[in-house]
């Protein structure tokens, strides 16, 4: 059954609730339309922390996720489950968000049913299909049936337009500094094991990537033992993904320094309380790249390719490959060389002001002609 001025939200991931949740707060600010909230579970708990703190609900939870799923597994389970929800409740438009399988099955059963689809996030590009994988070949294929493209960069619009799309092409910055800037003004000092780490020579590290898991991994986690072994007045503080591909290797080379700090995934807002008072950030992730620029905060990306490459080009970010000897070389680097510290930590952010969710709420009215 359709129903008038329905628009439905598809969440997977913790970055994707983060992302879509400041723009399901302006949507449902306005009484022009109505929201839905559909979870896949692809990531379950992570993603409620992120719901309760931007005290969000959803209206359907798939509840998909179990030990050890397939990426096969995860796409014919949202592919089904959220035909069965989009025929029940028939919107008139689709939000999906970035580039995971979540969001590429869940458009993917839209299209099907020939409602149309809006992409946040849109025109993101490595070039290079299996790097990330499945990511890269995820956001490519949801270009291609997707109605609206809500892309955050100059760069990204530039990407779809090379790849043939030019209809609907709309820049608006990131969503997720939108939500950084919500969130900052609540986060409070965050203490580990009663050690308040403001004021500490302090180095963020994250590391989840599919393409990072084994040997690279493991070379990372030596590059990142390295800086710490040999330099004393420096601590890490890891956040452990809860995959055990990720967090076996971490914990099994890291441990036993106590200038390490290994703890579970943090809530987003203590993420940004110790992005806030850290020195810089090592990292795989995607929103890292996006949000410590705007603490003035120097990232240092472990892969080997990054469809962020603003970050890169505005010489806020460096993409340092996963190299061991090069993850010590450019930390102690930034460590020990001030001018070059500063330079990093001065540029602007260059995803956008935090307005981005309210031009894609305009945009969104006029291409439903509301």
């Known amino acids: 059954m359709e129903i008038n001025n329905l628009i439905t939200f598809v969440i997977g991931t913790r970055p994707e609730a983060i992302k879509l949740a400041p723009l399901i707060k302006v949507f449902k600010e306005t009484n022009k339309l109505k929201v839905r909230v559909l979870l896949s579970g692809q990531h379950s708990l992570m993603v409620k ?15 998909l996720m179990k030990d050890n799923q397939s990426i096969n597994y995860i796409t014919q389970e949202v592919l089904s489950g959220m035909r069965s929800e989009f025929i029940k409740n028939r919107p008139q438009l689709v939000f999906v968000q970035g580039d995971t399988t979540t969001a590429f099955a869940a458009s993917l059963a839209a299209f099907y049913e020939k409602i149309p689809i809006a992409h946040v996030e849109a025109g993101l590009r490595t070039g290079k299909l299996l790097d990330p994988y499945p990511e890269e ?6 270009s291609q049936i997707a109605s609206l493209h809500f892309a955050p960069t100059e760069m990204a619009r530039n990407n779809l337009f090379s790849s043939g799309i030019k209809e609907n092409v709309f820049v608006t910055g990131n969503t997720i500094i939108d939500a950084l800037q919500m969130i900052s003004k609540i986060s409070k000092p965050f203490f580990i094991d009663g050690i308040n780490l403001e ?32 330099d004393t007045s420096t601590i890490l503080i890891i956040p ?20 390490i700090i290994l703890t579970e995934p943090l809530d987003y807002d203590e993420l940004i309380s110790i992005l806030k008072v850290c020195k810089f950030v090592i990292t795989d992730s995607g929103g890292l790249q996006e949000e410590s620029p705007t ?12 469809e962020r490459l603003e970050a890169v080009e505005a010489g806020c970010a460096k993409l340092i490959g996963v190299d061991q000897n ?3 070389k450019e930390s102690i680097d930034l460590l020990n060389n001030r001018e070059k510290y500063l330079e990093m930590s001065k540029i602007k952010n260059p995803f956008g002001q935090g307005d981005s969710s309210k031009k894609i709420f305009m945009q969104t009215l006029k291409f439903l002609d509301i």
């Open 49 to 63: 922390q992120v719901m309760d703190l931007f005290n969000l609900t959803h209206d359907t939870n798939l509840n």
């Open 137 to 142: 070949a995820n956001r490519r294929l949801i």
């Open 199 to 230: 004021n500490k020579n302090l180095i963020l590290a994250t590391v989840h990537r599919r393409e990072n898991w084994g040997e690279n991994l493991k070379n990372i986690a030596y590059g990142l033992r390295n800086i710490i072994d040999n």
């Open 240 to 259: 452990l993904h809860k995959n055990p591909k990720v967090r076996g290797p971490l914990k099994n080379i890291l441990k036993g320094n106590k200038r």
């Open 295 to 306: 603490f003035g905060k120097p990232v240092l990306v472990i892969r080997k390719s990054t």
């Open 326 to 328: 090069n993850i010590f």
